[in-house]
């Protein structure tokens, strides 16, 4: 185990993560006592339009996975249009391998429903739901408790703080399915249909929930808006890079001694983040990774002093995501992993367009044909001309994101997936696991 060296863990910027370590950090008592609601009192003081100039001085980017410039977002809400406004926080975290919205929600839910009321005072809206997913049982208590707390002490309700505004707070609990965190789907389910992908344009900021303006902003992005009220967009943006501002919770899963969430700037690499999480586990040494789920292309060792940032990453050949960084070591198989991803999104494609629908079925069957050792070169070309008619071909990003690891993999793991066609490595899956591979 590497300990790290004090400028690595001076790379840590808890801001996010701050209480989550204090007695009882999701009792509003103990959230009071450090900082809590004082934001909100700041803010019903000031005008919504100053708060939405703010959010967008502050640099402040979507944690959801497409780093969409929050401030802007809220911008394009009409104003003076008479229809009800809506703030919908996307609590539905299912991209695999990511873990910072849940424990936040867990640790710290004060910080996100005091991030509800401030923003949808900014945006004008008086009704707000937090659309959690299904699974997520224990959050979603610690959650409706602290609203229940907050209601209790007049931060929520009619007149909040004899402010004058008014915000009725909603949690609602999904059914757990990937595409559902796909922000038109959600507004889709949430509404009581069945979650799928709207077609875009009229987007949610005119054309929302129930048809009415409404922004969708991630966990993380909705608990960043309170500590930038507090601190002020110059102090956010000491943290973090020029274009990808502030601190980011990086969940680290894996090969590794110490997994978790680790809240840096903007900007860390992996090779500090690895030091911070105690270095890779002994006898394993890194061979591929996701900087941001597995929706994201595998990066490979050579890129651990890539900086995690939109730009950064981007810039790598990837996509920066959710921050969700799983580590794999030279006893894993690239092939394998991506096989197993693959299974998931064909599992959760919501069959709405042919490219990821049928895509990702044949691909599924042509990874457990080579996994079994009956693969053939002419199926690599095959996986290829499969990603090209599914990328920028589906109706949402999960078609897209389900390519990124076959391509990637391709890329930089070829000789892996030759081995198996030519027979130097063992087949990892049994005759029977290959039912209609073929
Ligand atoms: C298949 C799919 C799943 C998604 N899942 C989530 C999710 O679980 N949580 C989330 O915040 N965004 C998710 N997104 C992104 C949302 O569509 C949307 O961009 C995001 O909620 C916007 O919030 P932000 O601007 O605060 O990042 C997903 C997108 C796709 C295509
Ligand atoms: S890309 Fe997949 S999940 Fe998205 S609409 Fe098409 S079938 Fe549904």
Not at 36 to 51: M, N, Q, V
Not at 152 to 172: A, Q, T
Request: hydrophobic share 35%; net charge neutral; with cysteine.
């Amino acid at each position: 185990m590497t300990t790290p060296r004090p400028e690595t863990l001076a790379k840590l910027t808890p801001v996010l993560t701050k209480r989550w370590l204090s007695p009882d950090a999701w009792r509003i008592g103990t959230y009071e006592q450090l900082d809590g609601y004082a934001a909100l009192r700041k803010a019903l003081k000031a005008h919504p339009d100053d708060l939405i100039q703010l959010i967008k001085d502050s640099g402040l980017r979507g944690r959801g996975g497409a780093g969409f410039p929050t401030g802007l977002k809220w911008g394009f809400i009409p104003q003076g249009d008479g229809k009800p406004h809506y703030l919908v926080v996307n609590a539905d975290e299912g991209e695999p391998g990511t873990c910072k919205d849940l424990p936040l929600m867990t640790h710290d839910p004060h910080a996100l429903v005091e991030g509800v009321i401030i923003s949808s005072y900014a945006i004008r809206a008086n009704r707000a739901y937090i659309y959690i997913r299904g699974e997520a049982v224990h959050a979603a208590r610690r959650l409706r408790n602290a609203v229940q707390e907050a209601y209790d002490k007049g931060y929520l309700g009619r007149n909040i703080l004899r402010s004058g505004y008014d915000l009725e707070l909603v949690v609602h609990s999904g059914a757990g399915a990937y595409i559902c965190g796909e922000e038109t789907a959600l507004l889709d389910s949430l509404e009581g249909f069945r979650g799928q992908p709207r077609l875009r344009p009229p987007f949610p900021a005119t054309h929302g929930l129930y048809a009415s303006p409404t922004v969708v902003n991630n966990v993380g992005t909705i608990a960043s808006v309170p500590p930038i009220v507090l601190g002020g967009a110059d102090w956010w943006k000491t943290m973090g890079t020029e274009k990808s501002s502030g601190p980011m919770i990086y969940s680290l899963s894996g090969r590794i001694v110490n997994p978790g969430q680790y809240e840096c700037s903007m900007g860390v690499t992996l090779r500090e983040l690895l030091e911070l999480a105690g270095g890779m586990q002994p006898g394993h040494n890194l061979r591929f990774w996701t900087p941001g789920g597995s929706s994201t292309p595998l990066l490979a060792a050579e890129h651990l002093d890539v900086p995690l940032d939109f730009e950064g990453v981007a810039a790598a050949g990837s996509i920066l995501g959710t921050t969700a960084t799983q580590i794999f070591s030279d006893q894993d198989c690239p092939v394998y992993a991506t096989y197993r991803w693959l299974e998931f999104y064909h599992h959760e494609s919501c069959g709405k367009c042919t490219p990821c629908r049928e895509g990702n079925y044949w691909m599924v069957r042509v990874y457990r044909r080579i996994l079994a050792g009956q693969g053939t070169h002419e199926d690599l070309d095959t996986l290829l001309d499969t990603c090209d008619n599914i990328l920028g071909r589906s109706f949402c990003g999960l078609g897209d994101g389900a390519t990124s690891s076959v391509t990637s993999s391709l890329k930089y793991f070829k000789q892996d997936y030759l081995d198996y066609i030519e027979g130097r490595t063992a087949p990892k899956l049994s005759d029977k696991q290959l039912v209609g591979a073929h």
